[in-house]
């Protein structure tokens, strides 16, 4: 089967400063992707470069089997490649449904699908951006990014900050997304254990390089090597 997304031998960074390296993945529909490491590793680099935010050195990125190096963000984005950036970005003055329509593109994910996978944004639609808790805004974020219909998710610490109770709402929604659609996703996550058992591969970043690949089921499998990939300690 063909590749959704392909990087290969990328280098990109900010302007003149390289931060990745060497970065290569393929992600098929259907399937999804960890990327782990520790902080300021390149993760978000990685995702934003994606998306066409950072400066490409060299190295490819093929969406659909073609070269978007040099598309414009806007048009990556309206091409399927769906970002919910780390820092949210809701918009603070606009209202729930206002946050999602103004990201509707034809598709499977309608308003309505969007309040299925997420009740409580139903339950809040009138309220203003900035009057959501931060899981509130992450499922806004998130339901944002599905009404734009992307072909892939590429999702930045959807669980970072939040109460346990409420990254399991999000994580039973993404095991939901998983069976209900054939998107491909690379998830972004700091927790490893977490994130390893909602994907199938997994590559781990250290410094802009990849440090290792494979598939997530072997590392959850070798807490050692893990600790040792993304310096946990285990003591
Ligand atoms: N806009 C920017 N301009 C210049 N350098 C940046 C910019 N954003 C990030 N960097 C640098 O790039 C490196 C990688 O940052 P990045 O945000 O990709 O890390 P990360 O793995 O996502 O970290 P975290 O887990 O803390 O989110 C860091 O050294 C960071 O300081
Ligand atoms: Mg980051």
Known sequence: MSMLLELKDVRAGYGETVVLEGVSL???????????GRNGVGKSTLLNT???????HSGSIVYQGKGVEKMPSHKRATAGLGLVPQEREIFPSLSVEENLKVAVAPGTWTLEAVYELFP?????????????SGGEQQMLAIGRALIGNPKVLLLD????????VIV????????????SSDMGIVLVEQHA???LELTENTIVLDRGHISWQGVSQDLLNDPARLAQLIGLDLA
Do not use: W, Y
């Open 157 to 164: 610490e959807p669980f970072e900050g939040l109460a346990p």
């Open 120 to 132: 409580r944004l139903k339950q809040r639609h009138r309220n203003m951006g900035n009057q959501l």
């Open 168 to 179: 399991d709402m999000l994580v039973e929604a993404f095991n939901r997304l998983r069976q």
């Open 50 to 56: 994606v998306l066409g935010l950072t400066t490409l």
């Open 193 to 195: 254990e977490l994130a």
């Open 26 to 36: 393929a992600l098929k529909a259907g399937q999804a992707i960890s990327v782990l």
